[in-house]
């Protein structure tokens, strides 16, 4: 038994440490169209020029998926994202719960506060959406503070998790998260929410949501002001 467990654990190691292939192809999945390298960087340039605005930012965003492979070639199949200042010209998803009308409802943060989400509110309302092991939530977590240090005064700012009360204090002891804490709600994250994590959630002050984003792009070496610079303009707008 103790040399079967040591065979499993060497599978499970080299399958862990094995490289994810380099793909020598890039297949758009828009339109079905397969590049090479060169050509994907052509293509990747050629979009940002052609949507370069004198006046709004360009934000385009690469989002890869599955490979495939054959005998002799390597696809990494894409999609993209591309906004100028706050309008989507493509999205890879479709957020169809934005414009939906969030009924008050009540909870009780794990720090034992009462918190109204939903319904008319003085303030407008960004909702997190995450859980302790998933690493683009923890990535945003600075940048999410970030924006909370600057609107603290104008905006509640909530994190929702399906997670339990017990995990969510382990893990704030370690981890400085200044959001108001709810966890447990999995029933009502299944209510307002439409992709997998991280998402956030914008609701205006009559309840309703005006937008629904992913994870701000932070990383190590940015600086805060910039990754949370589109999320400012949406919460100036409802402001």
């Not at 414009?99 to 034992?112: N, W, Y």
Request: aromatic residues 14%.
């Amino acid at each position: 038994m103790k040399h079967l467990f040591l065979l499993i654990f060497l599978i499970l190691s080299i399958s862990c440490n094995k490289e994810r292939p380099e793909p020598n192809f890039y297949k758009n999945l828009y339109t079905g169209e397969v590049l090479n390298k060169a050509e994907f960087e052509e293509f990747r340039k050629y979009l940002h020029l052609k949507n370069t605005d004198s006046i709004e930012k360009t934000n385009l965003n690469f989002v890869f998926y599955k490979l495939e492979k054959s005998s002799d070639s390597i696809i990494q199949n894409f999609k993209y994202n591309l906004r100028i200042g706050d309008k989507y010209l493509i999205r890879t998803n479709k957020y169809e719960k934005i414009g939906m009308k969030v009924a008050s409802k009540k909870f009780t943060s794990i720090d034992g506060k009462e918190i109204l989400i939903g319904g008319k509110q003085e303030k407008p309302t960004l909702i997190n959406l995450w859980f302790i092991h998933c690493p683009g939530c923890i990535a945003e977590i600075p940048a999410l503070n970030r924006l909370k240090e600057k609107y603290s005064d104008k905006v509640n700012f909530v994190s929702l998790t399906f997670e339990e009360e017990n995990d969510v204090s382990k893990f704030l002891n370690k981890k400085t998260f200044k959001f108001t804490h709810i966890a447990n709600v999995k029933g009502f994250i299944k209510k307002i929410g439409s992709y997998p994590y991280p998402e956030n959630i914008f609701i205006d002050k009559n309840g309703y949501i005006t937008n629904i984003e992913g994870g701000l792009p932070y990383h190590k070496n940015t600086d805060l002001d910039s990754s949370i610079e589109y999320f400012e303009s949406i919460i100036k707008k409802l402001l």
